[in-house]
């Protein structure tokens, strides 16, 4: 039972912690993208 028990909460904190690593990526793709249309929108300077 501890071996299950350690498994499942194993894998439970896996999948959470590689969510929020894709979260996070996806979220800085998105302000990547974010940036770069308005940079194009709105040139700065150089």
Known sequence: ???TKRFVF???ACGVSVATY???????AFMHWLFN???IQNPGPG
Do not use: N, Q, Y
């Open 1 to 3: 039972m501890k071996i």
């Open 10 to 12: 194993a894998r439970i």
């Open 22 to 28: 894709a979260f996070l990526m996806a979220v800085v």
């Open 37 to 39: 249309l308005s940079g």
